[in-house]
DNA sequence: GTCTATAGAGTGATAGAC
DNA sequence: GTCTATCACTCTATAGAC
């Protein structure tokens, strides 16, 4: 945290996570990093700018940690759980980078916008090629893989706006909760309706 | 749609939806409803008011709904699966209101925060009800009743952000999804740091 | 690299005519 | 119930001194 650059950047993330992008003005995040708000933009050229350089920069984090988590791993349902585990862990510990990174994509502009929605997609992509080779595997149930991988994205993405870093539970333990969770979800082993049809044509077809 | 005053409530939902509650202002939903800015004053009596009284009545609506989807039922599954049914498809038939009340709550005053807060709790504290009811029956694994009450919940409200009205699936058929994934979740769930464990178990006993 | 000063536009809200 | 006019303020961003 030695230069200026990196202390704008970091009131901004505790601003914007705390008031939203909108309601956060270029002079609250100037009295926070102890200059006037004209200095800001000699390091930023405009306040769109500097919440870009935040959402590209998780957004290529996210995706980088992701690749890591799976090398190296070959059985599908390890790279699931290494997968969600490894999401959940980096939402938490970096809870206000990602909770402006799911809530204030409307303040960019198109092009940005465009720019950081493709890196997403991307991301969404490696999940979803997860869930359908495990389909295809009959390592999981029949699921519909578009749906449930949203689902499964947001479930964790969501604790980011709840989680207490001080609270009752660590991170590798919420961590856990969600994984048996989602696991036992994709597997459907128990529902009865659709999800217990398909389970059974499933197990005749073995 | 008769009168002025639900005129200017549904125009500022769609705004609000669509950039934001900071980013709307009381001019656009003046143009939007065909009236001139100062006329918006004769409804409501700011823009923060026109923000609580769309929470309000979304959040009343809610736990009003719950509680007639949940009476005449016995059966704890069956409880659970109107709940989270009855959750889904209200958010999905609601999507704007219900993806506002999920967003916009730093635009509310501290006392309107309360009071929407309050409504919020009173909604969960039923979910996390019926989870805590359905473990001690044995019917549920021995999950966390408060972490899987948030992640059930924002799982399903995250729907109302992706959701296409006139895309591939009918709400009833995401409500299904939504409806098997969760249930078996909670009965399959293990406790926290067995996931490892059980997954080896798993492979070994195959 | 940070400052003071200010341009230029937009904001929420009110007063008072009709 | 809607209008015009306006107040008082805040906002992002720029110019130019040091």
Redesign the pocket.
């Known amino acids: 945290m030695g230069n ?1 650059k990196d202390t704008i950047r970091s009131i901004a993330i505790e601003l914007f996570f705390r008031k939203g992008y909108f309601a956060t ?3 609250e995040i100037a009295k926070g990093s102890g ?5 800001i ?2 390091h930023y ?4 700018e500097l919440l870009f350089s935040i959402l590209k920069a998780t957004m290529d984090d996210l995706t980088h940690d992701l690749k890591e988590n799976l090398a190296g791993i070959e059985d599908i349902e390890s790279k699931i759980r290494a997968a969600v585990h490894g999401h959940v862990r980096f939402h938490l510990e970096r809870q206000k980078e990602n909770f402006i990174a799911n809530s204030e994509l409307r303040g960019l502009t198109a092009e940005h916008y465009r720019v950081i929605v493709e890196k997403r997609d991307e991301y969404e992509e490696i999940f979803q090629g997860l869930i359908r080779q495990g389909r295809e595997q009959g390592v999981f149930a029949d699921v519909d893989v578009k749906i449930l991988s949203y689902a499964i994205l947001t479930l964790c993405t969501a604790g980011a706006s709840w989680f207490n870093p001080g609270g009752r539970l660590t991170v590798d333990e919420i961590a856990d909760i969600y994984e048996n969770f989602i696991v036992s979800g994709l597997k459907q082993g128990d529902a009865p309706g659709m999800a217990r049809a398909r389970h059974a044509d499933q197990v005749l077809a073995r």
């Open positions: 200026m003005s270029i002079s200059i006037q708000k004209a200095s933009y000699y050229k405009s306040k769109e």
